[in-house]
């Protein structure tokens, strides 16, 4: 079951102490101190959450109608009128997956750290925001109520803003942090909404009353705050917004998502996340691959009540889901930084977590996300492991033949692209850890289309062809990377100066080396969870106990059954064959695509990418995302700025403001100056006319009384 | 003659008249002997006089009704009598500095004191007046005390005239109230019925006390005479005095007056928005540190005026702490003023406090700190002072004048800041000369004072007052 | 008989003092200060408070004006000088002298209602002096005590302004001369005949 209280609050709190103590006290620990503390802190909290977890899953089962749920009080926060938020830590089955699978990614990216960071001068400051981001994101899925999940939401921008700044000396890295912070503010906008919509309409903040309140469909046990009909029950309720009568369930949950959606970089909000990979490849592995991209998927889930019951959100997250798979996935293709081809695989595959979550099939998202954080960060620290025996080279079109260099790293890299790919045996157990979780989106997605949800069709059609994409990019970058010819251009020249990373002290030839055993042995510990977290934990996620499991964490309407609908006619489901088999075919044949073309007939695909179809250059530009940004909202919203700083802060605030009225001030001064002239006679005139006016509006005020 | 009344009313007075007259006595026998005892004797006589008046604060009526004390103005009397002392205390170095030595000093702030507590504990007009007289006589020769100074001797003369003139108003008003009323006591004049020659009578003497206060547009002697005035001197008028002279304007408003306050409140609010706009504007300009509180103190006085407009109930309480508060506050800042001495003289433009965080931090702290306090910056004291006064004026209804009090704070800011810039940032002078102990003491614990002590002290003052009040 | 007295002292009362500030030489409004003062105490007298009357007379005329006067003539201050500004402030102060006349009428208009029906100048007693003499030291015993402090402040005022002393003054003093003996006085010297001392 979950662990004793004691080392519940030591997971949840010591990265935050680690984390102050390194990040404060760095100058009398110094680098080696900082980076012990936090590493064994977080190490330890990742061994223990992994081992709370197993007990969870396999230690005895548990009342799949009760729900499972442990809460740790640590200290009132908020306590205002009806607005009560506290400082607590909940367990259960949500927050046990999120803990483990963030302090363990967690744990070993700090052990990676210190063979990536080894030559950086700020070791300390590094751990420390590693640690603080743990602690932060720690917070976020342990909140019990919406506020706390704010502050850690928040608290995981601001690390994840420090630490794609961390080379603060670059400008690309100081531009790419606003870029993210900015960006996320967007979305953040519409979670501080939600969270104030559900305040309005449910009068709590906190997660138990609001969603029993939705279960039973009632608001006896609540105090709403906007007045709604007597017979009103949060299902059928509405209220007005922006001049619309809208049902309350489907304001808050769009509302909400729209922060999700911010957090998780999704279409429309997805352009930081490309110039997020400035960071350090081990914060692009943490943070960008593994656990806060992955936010707003974990708070669609914990609060499925509310898209249960509101179909037009729900069908609004499987089309941003469908269409993010799909879109990340063609401008996989073409991209040719190592890190951005991964940058947008992940934006890919959360596409797939949101439609999954979008569908109904919300155990099938946070499955994903199980696993996707194993492989993926796998495949980030690979690919570090990769820039950082490269001296520091993302390009692509530079590398070539590393593996018989790297052979560690290559077959890590290896066991990555398979599992992400999907690669496994329908109606098996024999796969990889993406086999087992994107195949029950696909077939769900489909099942759920049978039964006739939103989107769910187009869902499962873009996710095949998303996984097509993802096998032949993914394929794509093995090829290119590591194998053919080494590139002629070697990286020591040009690159090397917009890099920027200090290590001029590099004193390697500009052959590849294989990575410390620091960096070697995540990489192994990676590639276990990434072959074997599908395997073991399918029947609890998604199979047959997935009731049991969840025990009440994640809720399904009655007439929700996708996850029950997926398996094939014969066992129960009401999924054709071909569905189990679709997946497996459009990624072979994206493999075969990938091999044709990088592989033997190397150099095709440089001649493809030279001649510059319209379809290339849309995708190798993003779909022009950011430059229709920069047109319209960056423009737009300087020249909006201009217009109030110009005009309206300058001439009219400035100019009656403190200008005006710093002026009025010197010209009252002065006047008052020249009235006080130091002549008896003036003041004794002043006094004896003072008593003259006085005694005039005095009897102007009698006679007026009178 | 009832002397267990008198004694229950008017000890601290008798006791302070006793002594001066000893004073007297004993400076004429000792002459020079005296002088420097004298000043301690003296503080320690106001002190004692403090003590008393708390002592037995419950107060009383005596002389046939002329004179009648209670919590309210024995408390202000035992916080007078205290500033007043204190003012004394720190007077000793620099009167010995400047060669002005001199017994009298010591008689002349005793006697003042006196007229303070005669006026505070007046129930008649004619006791009024001759408060005012005490308290005003001394403080004209005070004004002058440096007789071979020119600037010393034209403050004196000029408050002298003007306060003549004032002294002659609340005398025409006076009669006039006794020529409608038919009776120069408070409380047959509040039975009177309330008439126009009433009210003219009254105009006439809000007039006389508004210039006693130095609130605009009657506080054209102020500039002139702080400037004028020995420091130490000035001291003693930004504190004691003011306070007095501000309860007894409320004493007489409120309780010869309090039922036509419809009749007089537009007066008062008038003189109060004045006092704030020409406390603001006027001190912008000014370098002379002398003169830029005597503008500062012109402004304080209209956000005290506020609380006076509010009435007794809502405003009484208020006036009280804003007034304790300013006058505890003034004495630290004159401390510092007290302590600008170089090598040949005191220096009183603003320039000189150039680089003064260098020099001698601990001033510098306990000036910004005051400074800070005086300008309304939360959490110090002042903020409190001004929370209350506007919180009366809410009360009351009277939303214009506190939004021309706000407005006149911000104006006000720009030159309490440039105080505090130029000490935190301006170049490094020569530090000034060491302070004497008194002064140092006076100015770090009017500093502490500024410093929220006073939400305690406030609490216990409202209740002492009669007010309820509580913050936030 | 009383209304028509009233009438003639309170106008060369009024004159008078309007003379006291419109005379060119200031002499002469010291001395027009002393007739006013007169008339008022002729107005005392009317209302029969005589003690008053004589007090009005020996106080200020006796005492306050002879002082002004001996000080006016001992300064020489150039009064015509002083009167230069006067017509450029004049309709300043006119408004503000009319103003403050109109409201004094006003009051005074307001009068007529409250006018006491009777007035008793000795109140419990024979004369005037003896009225006074009965509260002076009873009822009013403060303000008579406060009054003397008042005039103690006063002279220490004085003195602290003015008294100095200077070195090397010669003054008269009188124990000293009382004091001394024949023997400090006179020596006794043996002068020989065509020597001198």
């Not at chain 1, 110039?275 to 914060?283: H, I, L, R």
């Amino acid at each position: 079951m979950t662990l004793p209280d004691p080392l519940i609050l030591f997971i949840v709190l010591a990265p935050g102490i680690a984390a102050a103590i390194a990040g404060l006290f760095q100058r009398f620990i110094g680098d080696r101190v900082a980076m012990l503390v936090t590493t064994i802190t977080v190490g330890s909290a990742g061994i223990l959450s992994l081992y709370q977890l197993f007990a969870y899953a396999f230690g005895g089962h548990h009342d799949a109608h009760h729900h499972f749920q442990h809460v740790i009080h640590l200290a009132r926060w908020i306590d205002v009128g009806q607005f009560h938020a506290d400082w607590a830590i909940r367990v259960d089955a949500m927050s046990i997956v999120m803990m483990a699978v963030i302090t363990s990614v967690s744990g070993l990216v700090h052990l990676y750290s210190w063979g990536y960071m080894s030559e950086d001068p700020h070791k300390a400051r590094f751990f420390s925001y590693l640690s603080l981001f743990t602690f932060m994101m720690l917070m976020l899925v342990t909140g019990d109520n919406l506020i706390q999940i704010f502050f850690g939401w928040e608290g995981v921008g601001l690390a994840s803003y420090l630490l794609i700044g961390f080379w603060f000396h670059k400008d690309s890295a100081n531009s790419a942090s606003i870029k993210a912070f900015v960006t996320n503010r967007v979305g953040d906008f519409g979670l501080a909404l939600g969270i104030m919509a559900a305040f309005f309409v449910f009068g709590t903040v906190e997660l138990n009353p609001m969603l029993e309140a939705i279960k039973e469909n009632t608001f006896e046990h609540v105090a709403p705050i906007v007045s709604f009909a007597e017979a009103a029950t949060p299902r059928d309720a509405s209220i007005d917004f922006l001049g619309y009568g809208v049902p309350v369930l489907e304001l808050i949950g769009v509302l909400l998502f729209i922060g999700a959606m911010g957090k998780s970089a999704q279409f429309f909000l997805h352009v930081w996340l490309p110039d997020a990979m400035e960071g350090p490849t081990p914060v692009s592995a943490l943070i960008h691959a593994a656990t806060m991209v992955t936010a707003g998927v974990y708070l669609v889930c914990l609060l499925s009540p509310i898209y249960e019951y509101a179909p037009y959100a729900s069908g609004f997250i499987a089309l941003i889901g469908a269409v993010t798979a799909l879109y990340a996935a063609t401008v996989g293709m073409a991209q040719n930084d190592i890190k951005r081809v991964i940058a947008f695989s992940t934006c890919s595959q959360l596409g797939y977590m949101f439609f999954a979550a979008g569908v109904g099939a919300y155990q099938a998202a946070m499955f994903h996300l199980f696993t996707h954080a194993f492989f993926k960060a796998l495949l980030f620290l690979g690919a570090g492991s990769v820039i950082h025996g490269m001296h520091h080279e993302q390009d692509m079109r530079r590398m070539g033949g590393v593996a018989k260099y790297m052979k560690i790293t290559y077959a890590a890299m290896l066991i990555g692209t398979i599992a992400i790919i999907g690669l496994g045996i329908p109606h098996t157990k024999f796969g990889f850890a993406g086999f087992f979780s994107k195949d029950a989106i696909i077939e769900t997605a489909f099942a759920a289309g049978i039964s006739g949800v939103s989107f769910a069709q187009l869902a499962f059609w873009f996710g095949i062809i998303a996984a097509l994409l993802t096998s032949f990019y993914s394929w794509r970058l093995i090829y290119m990377t590591f194998h053919g010819p080494m590139a002629e251009s070697n990286h020591h020249d040009d690159a090397h100066e917009d890099d920027g990373h200090e290590d001029d002290h590099h004193a390697h030839g500009g052959k590849p080396h294989e990575s410390p055993l620091v960096m070697l042995v995540p990489l192994i510990l990676l590639s276990v969870g990434a072959v074997f977290a599908g395997y073991f934990f399918y029947d609890a996620f998604v199979g047959h106990h997935y009731e049991e499991f969840w025990s009440g964490a994640i809720y399904a309407a009655p007439e929700n059954h996708v996850l029950h609908d997926k398996y094939d006619v014969a066992h129960g489901g009401i999924n054709p064959g071909w569905v189990f088999w679709a997946p497996l075919v459009v990624t072979i044949l994206g493999f075969l695509i990938a091999t044709f073309t990088y592989l033997f007939n190397r150099g095709l695909g440089k001649r493809i990418a030279d001649t510059g179809g319209p379809l290339h250059a849309l995708f190798a530009n993003k779909w022009y995302f950011d430059e229709i940004y920069q047109a319209t909202f960056v423009r737009g919203t300087k020249v909006l700025g201009d217009f109030f700083w110009k005009v309206g802060d300058r001439k009219i605030i400035d100019g009656f403001g403190p200008d005006g009225l710093s002026g009025l001030a010197k010209w009252g001064a002065s006047r008052l100056s020249a009235m006080h002239t130091g002549y008896l006679y003036h003041y004794a005139f002043v006094i004896l006319g003072a008593a003259a006016v006085f005694g005039a509006v005095i009897l102007i005020n009698v006679a007026g009384a009178n | 003659m009832n002397w267990d009344e008198i004694f229950a009313a008017a000890t601290p007075e008798l006791y302070l008249a006793f002594a001066g007259l000893i004073a007297v006595v004993l400076g004429a026998v000792l002459r020079e002997r005296f002088a420097t005892v004298s000043i301690k004797a003296g503080a320690l006589i106001l002190l004692g006089a403090c003590a008393l008046s708390l002592f037995n604060i419950e107060g009383g009526v005596a002389f046939n009704g002329l004179w009648e004390t209670d919590r309210f103005t024995n408390l202000a009397k035992a916080v007078c009598y205290f500033c007043a002392g204190v003012a004394l205390l720190i007077a000793e170095p620099y009167l010995v500095k400047e060669r002005l030595i001199r017994y009298e000093y010591a008689l002349l702030v005793i006697f003042a004191s006196l007229g303070m507590g005669i006026t505070l504990s007046a129930n008649d007009l004619m006791t009024l007046y001759l408060g005012i007289e005490t308290l005003s006589l001394s403080s004209y020769v005070l004004a002058a005390f440096n007789r071979d100074s020119q600037r010393s001797s034209e403050a004196g003369l000029k408050y002298f005239v003007l306060g003549a003139l004032a002294s002659g108003l609340i005398l025409y008003g006076s009669s006039l109230v006794y020529g409608f009323s038919g009776s120069t006591n408070y409380d047959a004049i509040a039975q009177a019925e309330f008439g126009i020659g009433l009210v003219f009578g009254l105009v006439l003497l809000i007039t006389g006390l508004a210039f006693k206060v130095s609130a605009a547009p009657l506080h054209v002697w102020t500039p002139d005479v702080y400037e004028g005035a020995p420091t130490p001197v000035v001291a003693f008028f930004a504190s004691a005095p003011k306070l007095a002279s501000m309860v007894v304007f409320a004493t007489i408003l409120f309780e010869a007056f309090g039922n036509a306050i419809d009749q007089w409140q537009d007066v008062i609010l008038i003189i109060s928005g004045a006092s704030m706009l020409i406390g603001a504007f006027g001190a912008l300009r000014q370098t002379n540190l002398k003169r830029l509180f005597a503008y500062s103190s012109i402004g304080n006085m209209g956000y005290a005026l506020i609380a006076l407009a509010a009435g007794e109930d809502i405003g009484g309480p208020a006036l009280l702490v804003y007034m304790v508060i300013y006058a505890l506050s003034q004495l630290g800042i004159f401390g510092v003023l007290l302590s600008m001495r170089r090598r040949g003289g005191m220096v009183e433009d603003i320039s000189e406090l150039s680089g003064l965080s260098s020099t001698m931090p601990w001033l510098a702290v306990c000036m910004t700190a005051l400074v800070f306090s005086v300008a309304g910056i939360p959490p110090l004291g002042g903020f409190f002072g001004k929370l209350v006064v506007f919180q009366a004026g809410v009360e009351a209804g009277l939303w214009p004048i506190v939004i021309i009090g706000v407005i006149a704070s911000v104006v006000s800011l720009g030159y309490y800041l440039r105080i505090i810039m130029i000490m935190w940032g301006g170049d490094k002078l020569a530090p000034f000369e060491n302070m004497s102990g008194t002064v140092g003491i006076t100015v770090s614990a009017a500093t502490i004072l500024a410093f929220p002590v006073f939400t305690v002290v406030i609490g216990w003052m409202m209740s002492l007052a009669g007010g309820s009040f509580s913050l936030g | 008989m009383e209304v028509i007295a009233f009438s003639i002292l309170s106008a060369i009362v009024l004159i008078a003092a309007f003379c006291v500030i419109a005379a060119r030489n200031p002499v002469h409004s010291v001395l027009f200060l002393i007739l006013a003062f007169f008339t008022s105490s002729g107005l005392l007298v009317l209302i029969g408070a005589e003690f008053l009357a004589m007090l009005l007379i020996v106080v200020y005329v006796g005492a306050v004006a002879v002082l002004f006067l001996f000080v006016v003539m001992m300064l020489d201050v150039d009064f015509v000088e002083l009167k230069q500004g006067f017509l450029n402030y004049a309709p300043f102060g006119g408004v503000v002298a009319l103003v403050f006349f109109a409201e004094i009428a006003l009051v005074a208009s307001a009068m007529g209602a409250s006018r006491p029906e009777t007035f008793d100048a000795s109140p419990n007693a024979e004369t005037n002096v003896e009225a006074i003499g009965q509260v002076m030291y009873t009822d009013y015993l403060l303000l008579f005590q406060i009054s003397g402090i008042v005039l103690l402040i006063a002279m220490i005022g004085a003195i602290v302004l003015t008294l100095r002393h200077r070195p090397g003054v010669r003054r008269q003093s009188v124990e000293e001369q009382t004091g001394r003996k024949r023997a400090d006085a006179v020596e006794l010297k043996d002068v020989r005949p065509g020597q001198g001392i």
